[in-house]
């Protein structure tokens, strides 16, 4: 069975920066499209970022654009996510998954455990 461990989070000032990261084991890594979604308190899971199986495509939501970059190692079945200029609004729990549905993005799998990334002063 697929299974999905993030880590990576953790306490930033505004303006810092952090990279996360997705081990990936129980499917064909290469053959899917991987994305980060992220919830933050209080509020819906939403998308954040995708990348097509060959590393080519990518796709963001608007307000990451610019300042988030998602990557992915297929020999290490690992995506991730270098976040920059870090907001407060950035604070949430991240998580990984196959996404599904390009066109409005959603996690294929049942999420793992994510990890936090709070930014405050």
Known sequence: QVQY?????????????LRLSCAVSGVSFC????GWFRQAP???REFVALMGRRSIATLYTASVKGRF????????????LQM??????????YYCNRVVNIAA???LDPWGQGTLVTVSS
Not at 5 to 17: A, H, M, Y
Request: avoid cysteine.
């Open 42 to 44: 209080g509020k819906e």
């Open 84 to 93: 920059n200029s870090l907001k407060p609004e950035d604070t949430a729990v």
């Open 69 to 80: 970059t998602i990557s992915r190692d297929n020999a290490k079945n690992t995506v991730y």
């Open 5 to 17: 461990v993030e880590s990576g989070g953790g306490l930033v000032q505004p303006g810092g920066s």
């Open 31 to 34: 053959m899917h499209t991987m």
């Open 105 to 107: 993005p959603i996690g």
